[in-house]
């Protein structure tokens, strides 16, 4: 498996400090976080893309894949949702990046038939600029469809090679999903694995990795066990946690942490 680590991490860092940890530390790639706040997002000129990706290339380190925002699920009419994908698809292509991340996002009025139908109705017609970019599409177990039954119903309907999973190993928790289950719904469909670590249900700040409830040893054991061969990526969400402790201190300490989990499950 490979490592990476996402830059929502490091709110605001410049690309070029953000390889420099990536190399220092010894991941293997990066999840950009795609949204204005940030170096990198939709709304970046071609130059300024091609630079990006000329940087990562030359320091060896790969852009993992785009954590956007769109809501495919949400009420509304398509076409916002669609064209916020489509943008973030095609950032994705300029950067040579294999993924980008969308959420469920349903509303609280949505019954889940519907909102399960709207999801897949969006992520069918996107899936395919998806398949002539050569970008996969990832629906995150987040908010409304947090578990990996609930991410199956939508992904189920979609059927499209050009959309998959992105499994958040804190929502799964959260939602009374065993590890087991998760992957056994998502393995079909998964692009990358998000790790993290909290200290209880009630409390979600960030910790390092290891020092929390998140059930991590178990997970990449289950991986390793199936012969699962992709992403890692460490989701240490300081952007929401002002309190949390600097990433930039914590990357060395968390790479030894998952390569020693991956050398115990081999």
Partial sequence: MKLAFSTLGVP?????????????????????????????????????????????????????????????????????????????????RDLGAPFIRVFPGAGPDQGPEEADATAARRLGTAAEYAADLGVRILLETHDSHRTGADAIRVLGLVGHRQVGSLWDVMHTWLGGEQPSSTYAALSPYLGYVQVKDIASADDTTPLPLGSGVLPLTECVELLSREGWDGWLCWEYEKRWYESAAPLEGLLGAGREHLARLLNESA
């Fill in 12 to 92: 605001g860092l410049p690309m070029s400090d953000v390889v420099r940890l990536a190399a220092t530390h010894g991941y293997h790639g990066v999840e950009l976080r795609a949204h204005p706040e940030e170096p990198v997002h939709p709304g970046i000129g071609l130059t300024e893309r091609a630079d990006v990706a000329a940087e990562f290339k030359a320091a060896g380190i790969e852009i993992l894949g785009l954590a956007g925002y769109a809501r495919v699920a949400a009420p509304g009419d398509d076409g916002p949702v669609l064209g916020e994908i489509r943008a973030l698809l095609e950032l994705a």
